[in-house]
């Protein structure tokens, strides 16, 4: 039986509370399942310096684990980010980028932080999820103070972890299931259910083709459910805020 009884396509409770932080007014907390990460949006002017002149702009991510976010302490990342560090950064980061029109963006930056509180399982798609809601909360504003003209949103974008457990396809793993399956991976869609990037690794064993279109598709079955909370949650923090 998997946790919360869930059968096999059926996401972890998905919640995002925009009003957990009083002090960062572009900013979420995601839950699915026990993972918790908090995501928060930034506006910073300027553009990376290879980008000067161009006309467009950017978004970009950074990534963290508390270091009692996991059984285990994790060391803090002092000096330099670790390599799954950097990965799951530019993972966020590209994920974003693929739901923004840059040039509508003009040359500014956007920096999301996506700091994970409590891991169980698939932190880096509950950051994607929550940081796309941050992102939009700041492009709104930023709307509505005239620092942009046009919406550079171009869609949702949203992420959910599948895998192959005791041979069977499941969607959304936990801790304990994604340790032990066999086929790991994690899958980013837009809200009209266009990939964006899908991650699948093998772990001792192969799998076939079916199995990767069997993941894929559990994958878009949740695509409705995780745009349809993330749109709820920014209309409630826009009745309030805006």
Same mark, same amino acid.
């Given at each position: 039986?998997?946790?919360?009884?869930?059968?096999?396509?059926?996401?972890?409770?998905?919640?995002? $509370?925009?009003?957990?932080?009083? %002090?960062?007014?572009?900013?979420?907390?995601?839950?699915? &399942?026990?993972?918790?990460? %908090?995501?928060?949006?930034?506006?910073?002017?300027?553009?990376? !310096?290879?980008?000067?002149?161009? =006309?467009?702009?950017?978004?970009?991510?950074?990534? =963290?684990?508390?270091?009692? !976010?996991?059984?285990?302490?994790?060391?803090?990342?002092?000096?330099?980010?670790? &390599?799954?560090?950097?990965?799951?950064?530019?993972?966020?980061?590209?994920?974003?980028?693929?739901?923004?029109?840059?040039?509508?963006?003009?040359?500014?930056?956007?920096?999301?932080?996506?700091?994970?509180?409590?891991?169980? =399982?698939? #932190?880096?798609?509950?950051?994607?999820?929550?940081?796309?809601?941050?992102?939009?909360?700041?492009?709104?504003?930023? %709307?509505?103070?005239?620092?942009?003209?046009?919406?550079?949103?171009?869609?949702?974008? /949203?992420?959910?972890?599948?895998?192959?457990?005791?041979? #069977?396809? /499941?969607?959304?793993? $936990?801790?304990?299931? $994604?340790?032990?399956?066999?086929?790991?991976?994690?899958?980013?869609? #837009?809200?009209?259910?266009?990939?964006?990037?899908?991650?699948?690794?093998?772990?001792?064993?192969?799998?076939?083709?079916?199995?990767?279109?069997?993941?894929?598709?559990?994958?878009?079955?949740?695509?409705? #459910?995780?745009?349809?909370?993330?749109?709820?949650?920014?209309?409630?923090? !826009?009745?309030? /805020?805006?």
């Amino acid at each position: 039986m998997r946790s919360e009884s869930r059968t096999n396509s059926e996401l972890r409770k998905l919640t995002m $509370d925009p009003f957990y932080l009083d %002090l960062i007014p572009y900013s979420v907390l995601v839950s699915m &399942g026990n993972t918790r990460v %908090l995501c928060c949006a930034t506006l910073d002017r300027g553009v990376p !310096s290879w980008l000067k002149g161009q =006309g467009k702009g950017w978004v970009t991510a950074e990534y =963290g684990m508390l270091p009692r !976010s996991s059984n285990e302490r994790i060391q803090r990342e002092r000096k330099s980010v670790s &390599g799954r560090t950097q990965e799951i950064q530019r993972l966020i980061g590209r994920s974003l980028r693929a739901g923004v029109d840059l040039v509508k963006l003009g040359e500014k930056q956007i920096i999301v932080d996506c700091d994970v509180i409590q891991a169980d =399982g698939g #932190t880096r798609t509950a950051s994607i999820n929550g940081a796309f809601v941050a992102l939009r909360m700041l492009i709104n504003d930023m %709307l509505k103070k005239g620092d942009l003209k046009e919406d550079p949103i171009v869609e949702n974008i /949203c992420a959910i972890s599948a895998g192959i457990v005791n041979g #069977t396809p /499941c969607l959304d793993l $936990d801790y304990v299931e $994604d340790s032990s399956a066999h086929v790991d991976m994690n899958i980013i869609m #837009t809200g009209s259910k266009k990939l964006v990037e899908v991650q699948g690794t093998a772990e001792g064993n192969t799998f076939l083709r079916k199995d990767l279109d069997a993941l894929v598709d559990l994958a878009e079955s949740s695509v409705v #459910t995780i745009t349809e909370v993330q749109n709820r949650t920014f209309m409630e923090w !826009s009745k309030k /805020c805006l």
